[in-house]
């Protein structure tokens, strides 16, 4: 909805909460923090590349950037691309890319990136929930077209959710809202 109703949006990624899953090469077994990421999250978060881009690395359903870091703890001093990582022992996925090491003040922490097909194709559910207004397992990042304002973009915002889920609009006139990221350390606490 706000890709296709919402003017002045350049990007939306949705992702899972960045929870720890485990990756295994060989013997190697690792339990790391990854996130499940729609294809433009690399567009959108600028994450230095060391190996592959950010406009191809996600879009095999079947494929996981790694971080520097990571790819030493798997592979030691050897090439990562193209070589074969089992996530949570049920799937095989193949390195598309490699990026620096996420700086830990950063807020979002992972040492592993995977297509956000990969998680609606292999979790229980998460293709009905991910279109389920009332779902709260996903994150949603929106970034603006150069020159457009919060300020424009808001009011259309409570549009949405009136016009797709009217119900819930009108039993608990829920709001959608925008929070710039340079806010969230200062200003993350909600309530009511």
């Not at 971080?67 to 390195?95: C, M, P, W, Y």
């Not at 300020?151 to 608990?172: D, F, G, H, M, W």
Request: net charge neutral; aromatic share 12%; with cysteine.
């Amino acid at each position: 909805a706000l890709r296709n109703d919402v003017p002045g949006i350049q990007y939306v990624v949705r992702t899972d909460w960045m929870k720890p899953h485990g990756l295994s090469v060989g013997d190697k077994k690792l339990y790391m923090p990854g996130s499940m990421v729609e294809k433009d999250f690399l567009k959108f978060f600028e994450y230095p590349f060391l190996k592959g881009n950010a406009n191809n690395s996600l879009q095999d359903p079947y494929c996981i950037v790694l971080s520097q870091a990571t790819v030493i703890a798997l592979f030691g001093n050897e090439d990562a691309i193209n070589k074969v990582v089992r996530i949570d022992n049920e799937h095989d996925l193949k390195v598309t890319g490699v990026i620096k090491d996420v700086p830990a003040n950063s807020t979002l922490q992972f040492s592993f990136l995977v297509p956000f097909e990969y998680y609606l194709q292999n979790t229980e559910g998460a293709k009905a929930n991910a279109g389920n207004w009332s779902n709260l397992t996903l994150q949603t990042f929106v970034a603006l077209q150069p020159n457009v304002s919060y300020v424009q973009v808001q009011p259309l915002l409570n549009t949405i959710i009136a016009r797709y889920y009217p119900q819930e609009y009108k039993e608990s006139k829920s709001v959608v809202t925008m929070q710039p990221m340079n806010k969230w350390h200062l200003y993350g606490d909600y309530k009511n």
